[in-house]
């Protein structure tokens, strides 16, 4: 029986690469949450001593143009080609996207090759006459959040901080959020399958947190490419993450954790546009739920500084939050740029409740 | 078959999207879309399966293929391993490339998608990036972006990022050199040739209906149309 055990989940566990990556940055990541890019680097170089590229040649893989239907497979498998090209440029082979519809791009083009080896000569000739370079496949793809569920252990020896309440001793109750384009597009290339999707799973319970199993906890985000992009569609998206925030409430999840940038800030984003539509909230207080990237949540236990994990950019105040797993933190800092000014603080919403602005 | 099934062949998506729909509905139950729009990907797949030129032909000219949030939720659970997602994308691209986009409220969108996330692709390496999520466009993300919209190189820099700077780094500026190049796959992919279609339908749509269409940027009356325009016909 045991062994029939292993065997089945076997299908569900996937081959995570340990070193040399090259890291394919996300433009939604890196434009509304840097500082989790900055911290997984930070984790990844100077806690676990690995080897990673961080190559300024990179550019967008054109997901969200190829899922909003104005460029073509063609042009995304020849884009996907050069930043392959720029990855052997630095004599690597383990490629490590930190978006997750790019996650998704990076598996389609490669199964599309091994299934349909025209596709493949096809993009090496548009390569080759475009830009006059060749490029090889990567040995392992694997998404940024598997490489921190992969090192989860070695990870939690360095955390002075653990998902515990302080004030009861329980554990935070979490909702964890997996970006569609992770597991349902290929369930084989996602650690646990489209079924049972574990990477954000192994980190909570590992660093001592407790999951929370609700109805719609599998609804995507809502995100939905072009229903987002055009202003006229966004009540597709709006109303996809209410699905979930309804769904979620009676279950009162301290905070909920994402591997997607894009769920991440919708989630954030929603719960503000909601409360400013209806003045409904999804807790207590008013103040709604704190949406975390996978990054911030392992920094924040890791000791950073909040504020230079740049969790002052979440529309859902993060204090309370902190206030129960214990992390100091410095009100002055917290609006406080580069140079080291105060650069005033956001307007304050009317019916959200925010620790700014008092 | 006839002429849109055989483009639709022609696409390695296609092939791999739709192999024998047995039309049990499951896609239709799991999908997001169709609990909020009047869409039915399992109807999708029976007109296109059906190989009937009229119907298709007639999908491709209404907002049924624009629905799609692209979620892929389809795809797994499909019993018969096929992709309605992928169908759509076909059926998208096609539709954009005979001009029957502009036939539609929902398909007429896509010339505020290629004004946009279209330009910002080729002009600065992003798909997108803080600049592109103006406050003014994007009323939804709230105070907090606004004020870190009107501080970025402060707080993006603040936090680890390279904000317009050559180097790496997080919100980079991209070299030169990679943007003509990834210029270049457009043009011999046929990215390229897809944006002038949408260009080119857009502005006769645009003449027949009247209203003010400029050859660049969105401070044009047509773009505003095309990115706020809703009929309120599409819900459930």
Known sequence: MEEFTKKYWKDYQKEIADDNFYYERSCIRQSFFPGSEAAFLKILRDILGKNIIDDPNQHTCTGIGYHSDIVPFDTTMTVVARIFSLMKDHGVNNFIPSCVTSFGIFNEVVETWNHFPEEYEKTKLFLKQATGRDFEIPQNISHASDIIYKYRKELKEKMPYRLVNRNTGKPLRVVEHIGCHYSKLFAKKSEGGMEFPKVLVGMIEEWGGEVIDYPERRHCCGFGFRQYLVMANRGYSVANTKKKFESMQPYKPDFIVANCPGCTMFMDRWQYTIAEMEGKTYDDNKMGIPVLTYEEMAGLLLGFNPWDLGLQLHQVQVEPLLDKIGIPYDPKDKYVGKSGNFLGEPEKPENLVTVYGK | ?236
């Open chain 2, 1 to 236: 078959m006839g002429k849109f099934y055989d483009l639709f062949m022609q696409d390695v998506r296609f092939v791999e999207g739709l192999n024998a729909c047995m039309n049990c509905g499951v896609c239709t139950a799991i999908c997001p879309a169709a609990e909020i729009y009047k869409y039915d990907p399992r109807q999708i797949c029976d007109i296109v399966q059906s190989g009937n030129e009229e119907k298709i032909q007639e999908l491709l000219s209404t907002d049924t293929i624009w629905y799609c949030g692209q979620c892929m939720s389809c795809k797994a659970r499909c019993p018969r391993g096929n992709t309605p997602g992928l169908i759509i994308s076909v059926l998208r691209k096609i539709s954009q490339e005979t001009g029957l986009f502009t036939n539609s409220e929902k398909g007429r969108q896509q010339f505020a998608i290629k004004r946009t996330v279209g330009e910002n692709i080729l002009n600065t390496g992003y798909c997108i990036n803080i600049d592109i999520v103006n406050p003014k466009l994007h009323p939804e993300q709230g105070p907090v972006w606004k004020w870190y919209y009107e501080n970025k190189e402060e707080v993006a820099d603040r936090l680890g990022a390279n904000y317009n700077k050559e180097g790496s780094g997080a919100l980079r500026k991209i070299p030169q050199q990679n943007l003509d190049e990834v210029k270049k796959i457009f043009e011999v992919t046929g990215g390229l040739d897809l944006y002038d279609k949408i260009e080119k339908y857009s502005e006769i749509v645009a003449k027949s209906m009247n209203i003010n269409f400029e050859i660049e940027g969105i401070n044009n009356e047509y773009f505003f149309h095309t990115y706020m325009e809703n009929s309120g016909k599409h819900d459930n």
